[in-house]
T-cell receptor
Framework: DSGVTQTPKHLITATGQRVTLRCSPR?????VYWYQQSLDQGLQFLIQ???????AKGNILERFSAQQFPDLHSELNLSSLELGDSALYFC?????????????FGPGTRLTVT | QQPVQSPQAVILREGEDAVINCSSS?????VHWYRQKHGEAPVFLMI???GGEQKGHDKISASFNEKKQQSSLYLTASQLSYSGTYFC????????????WGAGTKLIIKP
């Protein structure tokens, strides 16, 4: 158990809909990262927040947005969903955004768009 | 630019050794290694920083050659529990603190 929690575990929704994925980082961790992993593919970095502010942006679509709240939990919002958005979405946390810190991954949310 | 991992997949018998490579075209600050078992979250193995330091984790060790911009992960006397996909993540001066992840190397250990 990494200490990072993600809800929900599974999500099935239809094309065109909007969903929100939630992540609670490990206690004391200030950085939250969001990743997308399509079936049997690598990890695609989406976005990073550090202490409530956006720190880095990766391959995040305009239909996706995220935020980190004062209690440091984060939400990833996916809208106008398409079949291709079906994937495993991981959030990870680390103590800082510095270069030497390892990331602790949550169990992931499996999103299925039908 | 995504680092290149090789091989893409490897099948071993329990007790055999394996080497997984990660190469980048960019100068690197650090290389991170993670293992992901099927259906599970990636788990941190180790970080290698500039300086060519070799680190170890049980029977798993790694090296980082910053001049060649590459890292290698060594799995010695592999155990069934080593099965999974290994990802390297690289950090470079222009990556803005992001880890750029390789496509992964799938390792299958057979008894």
């Amino acid at each position: 158990d990494s200490g990072v929690t993600q809800t929900p575990k599974h999500l099935i929704t239809a094309t065109g809909q909007r969903v929100t994925l939630r992540c609670s980082p490990r206690s004391g961790d200030l950085s939250v990262y969001w990743y997308q992993q399509s079936l049997d593919q690598g990890l695609q970095f989406l976005i990073q927040y550090y202490n409530g502010e956006e720190r880095a942006k990766g391959n995040i679509l305009e239909r996706f947005s995220a935020q980190q709240f004062p209690d440091l939990h984060s939400e990833l919002n996916l809208s106008s969903l398409e079949l291709g958005d079906s994937a495993l979405y991981f959030c990870a946390s680390s103590p800082d955004s510095g270069r030497t810190y390892e990331q602790y991954f949550g169990p992931g949310t499996r999103l299925t768009v039908t | 630019q995504q680092p290149v991992q090789s091989p893409q997949a490897v099948i071993l018998r329990e007790g055999e050794d394996a080497v997984i490579n990660c190469s980048s075209s960019k100068a690197l600050y650090s290389v991170h290694w993670y293992r992901q078992k099927h259906g599970e979250a990636p788990v941190f193995l180790m970080i290698l920083l500039k300086g060519g330091e070799q680190k170890g984790h049980d029977k798993i060790s790694a090296s980082f050659n910053e001049k060649k911009q590459q890292s290698s992960l060594y799995l010695t006397a592999s155990q069934l529990s080593y099965s999974g996909t290994y990802f390297c993540g690289t950090e470079s001066p222009d990556s803005n603190y992001q880890l750029i992840w390789g496509a992964g190397t799938k390792l299958i250990i057979k008894p």
